[in-house]
Structures are given as C-alpha cells and as structure tokens.
C-alpha cells in the first residue's frame, strides 16, 4: 500500500490547515489510518486515527478538540482538519495505515507543517 499525503504549508497561529492523506488501495477492514507527527528534535508522536469503517476515532490530548479527522471511503482518503493552530504544532506530519486501533504498518512520506507565532 502506498500513501500520499499533501496539504501542508505556512501558517500564522490560530490559522486552520488541511492535509489529505490518500491510500492506493482499499485494506482489509480491520486497519485504520492516522497522523503522527515529528517535530525537530523530538520523537514521532501519535495525532490522531479513523478506523478503516469511520466509526471510531481517537485524538492525543495535544489535538482534542482542535484537530478533527475524517475518511472518504469511497477514495481512500484521510483528512485532517487542523484549527486554532500553534507555533507547538510546527511538525512533519505523516499519515499511516496499519491494524486498528494503532495504524503504524505502512507510512506516507511527510508534510511540513509550520505554524508562525
């Protein structure tokens, strides 16, 4: 499976960016897909993740209530809605796909996310 992740960018904080997360192929319905994220000096952190279904969704505590992730299955593809964003969430932001609840097998190459204070 291969994973096409785009929508980052420059952002001034409490700016809003989307990133769109595209997979090759419909995977069996046990996986889920999600963003982790690595800021520079620091260790790739889990954001957020969808079940394969939509049904369920997890946040870290950082991005509750803030960022908000959704699927389109019909193509395969992943969004995250990023709002009140700031200068904490300047980050490579990289989309997965894996074995729900934790979707860590397949990676898409990262986007950079920079948010200006």
């Known amino acids: 499976v291969q994973l096409q992740a785009s929508g980052g960018g420059l952002v001034q904080a409490g700016g809003s960016l989307r990133l769109s997360c595209a997979a090759s192929?419909?995977?069996?319905?046990?996986?889920?897909m999600g963003w982790f994220r690595q800021a520079p000096g620091k260790e790739r952190e889990f954001v957020a993740g969808?079940?394969?279904?939509?049904?369920?969704?997890t946040y870290s505590d950082s991005v509750k209530e803030r960022f908000t992730i959704s699927r389109d299955s019909a193509n395969n593809t992943i969004y995250l809605e990023m709002g009140s964003l700031q200068p904490e969430d300047t980050a490579v932001y990289y989309c997965?796909?894996?074995?729900?609840?934790?979707?860590?097998?397949?990676w898409g190459q990262g986007t950079q996310v920079t948010v200006s204070s």
């Open positions: 969808i079940s394969w279904s939509g049904a369920s969704t």
């Open positions: 192929r419909r995977t069996s319905s046990n996986n889920g």
């Open positions: 997965a796909l894996g074995m729900w609840p934790v979707p860590k097998r397949y």
